[in-house]
């Protein structure tokens, strides 16, 4: 990073145009093509998306991608200009990486089905110090909606010319875990890194350590949000309650848009969430959740064969063991989109033998 301040003495007088401006460099480096600029304290007055960008998400969109993301998003008008160019062909992810996305953050999220925490150039514009305390406003902002949250950049970065991260990078990745993140990602060191496997590897260990810490739950939970339970559906709280019984195994949400699957993730649920959804975009789409396990299936005719169908599954795919219980939540009448309205209790069969 390269760091200037506006150039300006007696002998040579400040200049600036349109097209450039002297300045003096104060923390100097190497400098090579196709950088950026960062205008800390600024809101930049041009959109988040250029045309090269439109042409580039429209061709992602014939593809089939499941997410797109926009950086340096600066106010929710930038998502909805993402949102009429995507017309629900994929989900949209909003990055956080500037002071002003941050000031519209609830705006953004109101236009967003997912958001970023984009570290690295949210440090340029600020202070070292604020970037941690505006990580966790984030992450509560986007659990209080349901909406996943990635936390991302220099998770392990030492790791781009190391085998192994500093003590200090475990512990950041740690910290993303106990918040409840819905998922952490890896940038220069799988991208451009010489230890791409490796740094895989080592995060997957971080993390399934921390889960398999007895105070993970409570530390995590702790990270909800001050006054989040006051939207929370009375029916995903009431199965939340239910499954921290030692005889349920998992639960069942059957979701047409998403939806209810979110709404269960957003608890934190310590048990599986089989999250089941008659189109695989919707099911693809739910992979980035926090605890789902997505799956396709055809809507289920009927209570029963919904309740049969569902506790079948949950067994075939090791969710629960035989007779162990299976809490299912849907929203009848069956495939119709809009908030879930039963909660069933059954238990997995005794046999996982193929139905006929």
């Keep these: 990073m390269v760091r200037v301040k506006e150039y300006h003495s007696i002998n040579s007088p400040r200049r600036a145009d349109s097209r450039s401006a002297d300045a003096e460099v104060t923390a100097g480096d190497s400098l090579s093509d196709h950088k950026g600029l960062a205008v800390p304290g600024a809101t930049i007055p041009v959109p988040a998306m250029t045309q090269k960008d439109e042409a580039d998400a429209e061709f992602a969109l014939r593809l089939g991608v499941d997410w797109l993301a926009?950086?340096?998003v600066q106010h929710a008008g930038d998502m909805a200009a993402l949102r009429k160019l995507a017309r629900n062909r994929a989900a949209l992810l909003a990055k956080i990486e500037k002071p002003s996305g941050v000031n519209d953050?609830?705006?953004i999220l109101d236009v967003s089905d997912g958001i970023m925490v984009a570290r690295g150039d949210l440090g340029v514009e600020l202070a070292p110090e604020e970037v941690p305390v505006l990580q966790k406003e984030i992450v509560r902002a986007a659990r209080r909606r349901g909406a996943p949250v990635i936390i991302a950049t220099q998770m392990l970065e030492?790791?781009?010319?190391?085998?192994?991260p500093t003590r200090a990078e475990a512990s950041d990745v740690a910290g993303a875990v106990y918040e409840g993140a819905d998922a952490l990602m890896l940038s220069a060191e799988s991208a451009a890194g010489h230890y791409p496997r490796e740094a895989v590897a080592i995060m997957d260990a971080i993390i399934r350590r921390v889960e398999a810490d007895p105070s993970w739950p409570s530390l995590m939970r702790a990270e909800h949000g001050v006054g989040a339970d006051e939207d929370v559906d009375a029916l995903i709280a009431a199965a939340s309650r239910a499954a921290e019984a030692r005889s349920t195994a998992c639960i069942v949400a059957y979701t047409t848009t998403g939806g209810t699957a979110r709404r269960v993730a957003r608890e934190r649920p310590l048990h599986?969430?089989?999250?089941?959804a008659p189109d695989e975009k919707v099911a693809r789409r739910l992979c980035l959740v926090w605890g789902l396990e997505p799956r396709v299936a055809a809507q289920p005719r009927g209570i029963a064969a919904m309740t049969d169908d569902a506790a079948h599954l949950a067994a075939e795919l090791g969710l629960a063991g035989a007779g162990e219980r299976v809490l299912?939540?849907?929203?009848?009448?069956m495939g119709a989109p809009g908030a879930a309205n039963l909660l069933r209790i059954t238990h997995a069969p005794r046999s996982t033998a193929p139905r006929t």
């Design 272 to 276: 599986p969430v089989l999250a089941i």
């Design 70 to 72: 926009l950086s340096f």
């Design 328 to 333: 299912i939540i849907a929203g009848p009448p």
């Design 105 to 107: 953050l609830e705006a």
């Design 158 to 164: 030492s790791m781009v010319n190391a085998p192994a």
